[in-house]
Nanobody, 126 residues
Framework: VQLQASGGGLVQAGGSLRLSCAKS????????AGWFRQAPGKERELVAA????????YYADSVKGRFTISRDNAKDTVYLQMNSLKPEDTGVYYC????????????????????WGQGTQVTVSS
């Protein structure tokens, strides 16, 4: 199984970006997913998480009202729509997935996820 993150780039403050995380391989089909980010010299932090059904979501306080996590299970893809970007949103964004047998929950810790994408750089200029 591989996770391929894309959609990062350079944007001015106030702008928008849409990140995508495409899963390849059929080892598992049900998986909560999350988007994390890591700024230079800082720990990796959770930005948003979503249950495998898409019914439940979680957002870090710093991005509430600006970011939206969603998924299209038919395409095996998870998205992160980022609006009203700020310079402090700059960092490498990683998607993560963890297979489950069922349930409607999501995971919020780095240690909860066993599958990670390669990361995509997001730079917000002031």
């Amino acid at each position: 199984v591989q996770l391929q993150a894309s959609g990062g780039g350079l944007v001015q403050a106030g702008g928008s970006l849409r990140l995508s995380c495409a899963k390849s391989g059929r080892t598992f089909s049900r998986y909560p997913a999350g988007w994390f980010r890591q700024a230079p010299g800082k720990e990796r932090e959770l930005v948003a998480a979503i249950s495998w059904s898409g019914d439940n979501t979680y957002y870090a306080d710093s991005v509430k009202g600006r970011f939206t996590i969603s998924r299209d299970n038919a395409k095996d893809t998870v998205y992160l729509q980022m609006n009203s970007l700020k310079p402090e949103d700059t960092g490498v964004y990683y998607c993560a997935a963890q297979p489950v047998r069922g349930g409607s929950g999501y995971y919020t810790r780095v240690m909860d996820y066993n599958y990670w994408g390669q990361g995509t750089q997001v730079t917000v200029s002031s």
